[in-house]
């Protein structure tokens, strides 16, 4: 009889469609062979993954890695890890050639198959290898085979991920239906984003004080609205591979299969386009706060020179008098600076709409380029909107055969021509919508920021224009000023955002203006 010994076990079963014994039955059929090898399997040493997991990454696995953390306790907790097959340690031979490792050689706990009885010594250690590299080898070809049929499937128009809001799936590989509801919520986002020219982060917080939810029933926020507003799927087409399952990551333009959908649309092409349009010709720096956000217009562009960080601005309460706003390097507030940078609005803001007004009546200002990002994502609408031009081309001619061999009646090659003209007018108009601008030579790049200036001075010397629309003014021709309290003097540096040759761009530098 074999000497008696505690062991654990691991459960899994794979999302890749594998025909795999249920988790109850693995464990049933797990425990029988324990029972007949002398290993008892205490109750808190079964580690069962609750759902579908894929054995290719033990990160993905949360039971495995408590198994591996249990098995580490010392006293060592259990001599053997039981397990159906092989394959349900690990479908990724580096991983399970290291975390055998770690069980066998540092902890000395030995990983059994139960499906799979191997022979002691260097042979069975090499059929164990061999059958762990068809099992890798095998998951690598289904998910390659997966790959492919979902492709195929994108190019014919249809869906294969979780409907967006505004659509749902009332079956298992139905087409999405639209949800009136959600629908007009979709609908009111283009509206106001398009037509009204909301921000976004406006946009965010206008639709959480309604009430109304993300399809995940969470309150909207500046990445769930961009993925909404750049979403073809509302009108009616379908977007696969747009980004890496693994890490979550945006793939190039290229890689993305873009095809009309099987499904209704929620908008019009038009005004998805017009939605594109401004998106991709709006400066997003990253990490910038939202200029509703803001307490003063001048908030957050305020830099200290000794450390580079922000001004923070302070409303200051007066009994006597009016309140003001002052500013103050964070860092120095937290005691990271040692250079006081404390200055009051009534101090500073004539200082920068005096530089402003400096810069305009010299009539020259240097400043640096901001291209609109996005930019391959639009030239790949372009492309793909050229392609379904040429694809009408061919089409018509086929209509015209059919026509000219007898298929067609003249009739039915009037109405599908009407159909052809009527949906090249649609593609001609949003490839208006999407074109690109003429890059501006240097002359007319300078002609058009002290316009943009002149432009903003008028908004910041207006009382009736609010914080929030100065704030994007300033934004829209400054990327930040640094204060000098030493001296009281401040550097402006200047931005301009649009489309510029690269001649034009190498051209350009930060000079700083003092006032």
Avoid at 101 to 116: A, F, M, N, P
Avoid at 170 to 192: G, S
Avoid at 321 to 333: A, K
Avoid at 433 to 450: G, H, I, V
């Amino acid at each position: 009889m074999e000497e008696l010994r505690t062991g654990a076990t691991y459960i899994r079963v794979s999302t890749d469609g594998q025909m795999d014994l249920s988790p109850e039955s693995q464990l049933e059929s797990i425990q029988q062979y324990a029972a007949e090898h002398n290993i008892i399997i205490p109750k808190e040493y079964i580690f069962m993954e609750s759902e579908g997991r894929s054995g290719k990454k033990a990160d993905n696995r949360p039971q495995f890695q408590a198994m591996i953390a249990t098995a580490k306790l010392k006293p060592k907790p259990f001599d053997c890890v039981l397990v159906w097959k092989f394959s349900r340690f690990a479908r990724n031979l580096d991983e399970s050639t290291f975390y055998k490792g770690v069980l066998r050689k540092k902890l000395g706990i030995d990983v059994i198959s139960i499906k799979e009885p191997i022979m002691e010594g260097m042979y069975g250690r090499l059929i164990e290898m061999i059958i762990e590299w068809q099992d890798e080898f095998y998951s690598y070809n289904l998910a390659q085979d997966v790959t492919r049929g979902m492709k195929t499937a994108a190019k014919n128009g249809r869906y294969q991920a979780r409907p967006p809001l505004g659509y749902r799936i009332p079956y298992h590989k139905a087409l999405p239906e639209i949800v009136p509801e959600e629908a007009e919520i979709v609908r009111m986002i283009f509206d106001k984003y398009v037509n009204e020219g909301m921000s976004i982060f406006a946009l965010a917080r206008y639709l959480n004080s309604l009430g109304f939810k993300t399809s995940h029933g969470k309150p909207f926020e500046k990445r769930s609205l961009e993925y909404i507003l750049q979403n073809p799927a509302y009108t009616g087409q379908i977007r696969w591979n747009r980004t890496c399952n693994e890490t979550n990551e945006v793939r190039d333009p290229d890689q993305w299969i873009v095809a009309q959908g099987q499904h209704p649309a929620i908008i019009s092409t038009d005004i998805y386009d017009r939605a594109q349009a401004r998106f991709q010709a709006e400066y997003h720096p990253k990490k910038a706060r939202p200029a509703e956000t803001l307490k003063h217009w001048l908030s957050g562009i305020v830099k200290c020179p000794a450390c580079g960080r922000t001004l923070s601005s302070c409303i200051r309460h007066r009994k006597v008098g009016e309140d003001f706003f002052s500013f103050q390097c964070y860092g120095y507030m937290k005691g990271k600076c040692n250079q006081t940078s404390y200055v009051r609005e009534d101090t500073i803001v004539p200082a920068v709409i005096s530089a402003l007004k400096e810069v305009v009546e010299c009539g020259s200002v240097e400043y640096v380029i901001r291209t609109p990002e996005k930019k391959k994502e639009e030239s790949f609408q372009v492309e793909a909107l050229k392609k379904q031009l040429e694809r009408l081309d061919r089409r018509e001619i086929r209509i015209k055969e059919a026509y000219m061999d007898g298929i067609d009646t003249k009739e039915e090659y009037r109405q599908n021509k009407q159909m052809i003209q009527g949906e090249r007018q649609r593609i001609e108009n949003a490839l208006s919508s999407l074109s690109f601008e003429r890059p501006l030579s240097k002359a007319s790049a300078d002609r058009q920021m002290l316009i943009n200036i002149r432009n903003v001075i008028d908004i910041l010397e207006n009382p009736d224009v609010a914080t929030e629309e100065k704030a994007h003014a300033i934004r829209s021709i400054v990327s930040h000023i640094v204060f000098f309290r030493d001296t009281m003097h401040i550097d402006v540096y200047y931005q301009l955002t649009c489309p510029v040759s690269d001649s034009d761009t190498a051209k350009s530098r930060i000079i700083p203006i003092k006032s």
